[in-house]
């Protein structure tokens, strides 16, 4: 019987299809074929043979979707014309799957991107709601095989549907296990007695039916996984597994039937008990540490919250509740979904939605989660909790993901690649060779390797240890992004600090003010310098600079104004206009101060002092001169990354602190000073292209480029809702003297796994000597493959705990 071209299921022949040389099953299969053949699609069918599902009817079955207030909420991002909505796609299960659902975008107009989540078999698309509606998105989905399945009560309570179909296989192959095991004992201690002997055959019997349950329900994941395996010609490890269980069944079928035993049901039946027990301690393990990233690794910033009183406090983003009145500032990420209470935003929802042009909003409008402010400082109420999923998934987003090589997961995968192939040769030579002495030990030596050896040691080692390193580091306040970055983190060979608000605190710093030459008309009236106080604070109220808020922290409590203009110039400064005042606080050069400033740049240096300048309506009002305070810890932080790194601090002001930062710095240290934002990128460009792996450390606001730029970037956190998804890596500021023990432990987490590696690869050469040389029993090997994957998440769990805890 022939095969569907498109589906793989048999064809029966008075509904056979003949299109385009091709065998389909029915005009649902047939048409799938052509709509991707229309579009230039049919490398589809490349990745794997017969890869689709057969479309069933759905007439009228997604009419609920032309109601807007449903569709609302289905979708997670709507924000003018584009809307972002996950759907789950039970059908994903292969490359294919992947590929097709990866680029929607050529089959329907509107739809700009779609990425698959192949774990949880959800795709993500994004589109144009003016383009495309959600319901035509779904009968597109629908009509090539891929029905969503939309629950609008799950969408609503929040509640995910639980499988439990291992639990309850587990719960079987145990109840028939302990049956069998009891009604063998006096097949085990060949008891002679007339009762039992009389009855012997039906015993064996009613063991042989209890055996079916476990063997046809409890092992069916096995025999499902190693049939799509070889029908994708790729060789996994459940292949053998499900070999040997079918062997050791036939074995003792045919025992029973000849009288020759009662067989090995209680081994077959305990073989498959030990492995669902092993396979449920994997997923609970991996469910833990999946629980422990999305739950400790919220972004470690903070959102000025206005309290009923008008003062204002920062919260960590994560206490934020409904009803809060936010204020955000210029380059602040918006946290949650809230409306606006000021007048007018512009808003730059490019990290959600890769669209960099500013959305207008007006007051009362609803703002989304993950859009940044830009301009003047804006008021809003919030609508929901912080989402944290939301919030991680930002991060990871692809747009913003750096192209590098995972070694240990390729050398995982190399190594299960070859590993069954090779284990069923072991197996066939060892049954070979035993047949010739002993069929019962040939039997068990081919069963016990087949069961025995196992790459999933191998395949956990790189997880676990970096699952655990990522725990440890997000309780040290040190978050990652995902666990790639610890291998990136192994290699760097070159540091580069930004100075201002990296290696100085915004906390610490003496702040003084110099007045300009008194004008013609004398000394400035008190009440003159009173309004002017007011407006310095209330156009520094909407900056995230550093200096900016250390200044802001600086002054006296002032009447809050409304801000008609913001704008804040990377390098250069603020310009605001308040209630028709122009206020502009920068550099020199920005504020144009009278001739005596000479030598204009970002920052103006006096002696080793950092200035900023005030001008007000055209009128120079003097600078405030910061005496600069470096964070604690940082000559012996420097000290220590010397002996491993090549250390370099850029900063974008001019050589006056040169001498004091010599003083500090090791000797080896390069200081780069004049350096605008562009500058830094270009300067980390130029040490990668020497071959160099380096690392940036700043402050995530005027270095987003060098960070993305960077082999791994670093933003340093300070109470500030700054965040730059360019960035691989958050660190609390007051954690900052740590960050050479940081990059020893990322070291040492490398170092864990090849020592697991070597492990693992011990462990089965070992099994495999002992079951090859016929001294291993299947049950034992059944027992001892589970333990081999508790072995190595314990020996990574306390080796990456153990290289923590020394500092």
Sequence with gaps: MQNCFHCGLDIVKEDELFFDEKLFCCNGCKTVYEIFSLNDMTCYYDFEKSPGATPQDIKGKYDFLDNENIVSKLLEFREDKTAIVSLNIPHIHCSSCIWILENLQKLQKGISTSKVNFPEKKVRITYNSEDVSLKTIVLLLSSIGYEPYISLENYETGKNNVDRSLTYKLGLAFFCFGNIMLLSFPEYFEVKEFWLDTYKPFFRWLIFALSLPSFLYSASGYYVSAYKSIKTGMLNIEIPIALGIIIFFVRSTFDIIMDYGSGFFDSLTGLIFFMLLGKMFQIKTYSFLSFERDFKSYFPIAITRINSDTSEESVPVYDIQKGDRLLIRNQELIPVDGILISDKAEIDYSFVTGEAIPIAKKSGDKVFAGGKQIGKVIEMEVLHSVSQSYLTQLWS????????????????????????????????????????????????????????????????????????????????????????????????????????????????????????????????????????????????????????????????????????????????????????????????????????VSAPSPLERVGERTSVHIKINEVYFGKYIFNNQYREGLAALFKNLSAHYQIKVLSGDNEGERASLESILPKNTELIFNQKPEQKLEFIKRLQEEGKNVMMVGDGLNDAGALAQSNIGISISENVNVFSPACDAILDANEFENLNYFLKLSKKAIKTIKMSFALSLLYNVIGLSFAISGNLQPLVAAIIMPLSTVTIVSFVTVMSSYYASKK
């Design 397 to 596: 987003n692809d747009v913003f993901q750096k192209n590098v090589e995972q070694r240990h997961k390729s050398i995982t995968d190399t190594i299960s690649r070859y590993f069954t192939p090779i284990l069923l040769l072991i197996a066939f030579a060892g049954f070979g060779y035993w047949s010739c002495i002993d069929a019962n030990i040939a039997f068990n030596v081919f069963t016990a390797v087949l069961i025995v050896a196992c790459p999933c040691a191998l395949a956990l080692t790189a997880p676990f240890t970096m699952g655990n390193v990522l725990r440890i580091l997000g309780k040290k306040k040190f978050y990652l992004k995902n666990a790639l970055v610890i291998e990136q983190l192994a290699k760097v060979d070159t540091i580069v600090f930004d100075k201002t608000g990296t290696i100085t605190t915004n906390k610490k710093s003496n702040i003084s003010y110099s007045s300009p030459n008194p004008s013609k008309g004398g000394e400035p009236k008190v009440e003159e310098i009173e309004l002017n106080l007011i407006l310095i604070k209330n156009a520094l109220r909407g900056s995230n600079h550093p200096l900016s808020r250390m200044l802001y922290d600086f002054l006296p409590e002032i009447k809050i104004l409304k801000i008609d203009d913001f704008e804040e110039i990377a390098g250069k400064g603020i310009e605001a206009k308040i209630e028709g005042n122009i206020i502009r606080i920068g550099s020199a050069e920005f504020c144009a101060p009278p001739l005596s």
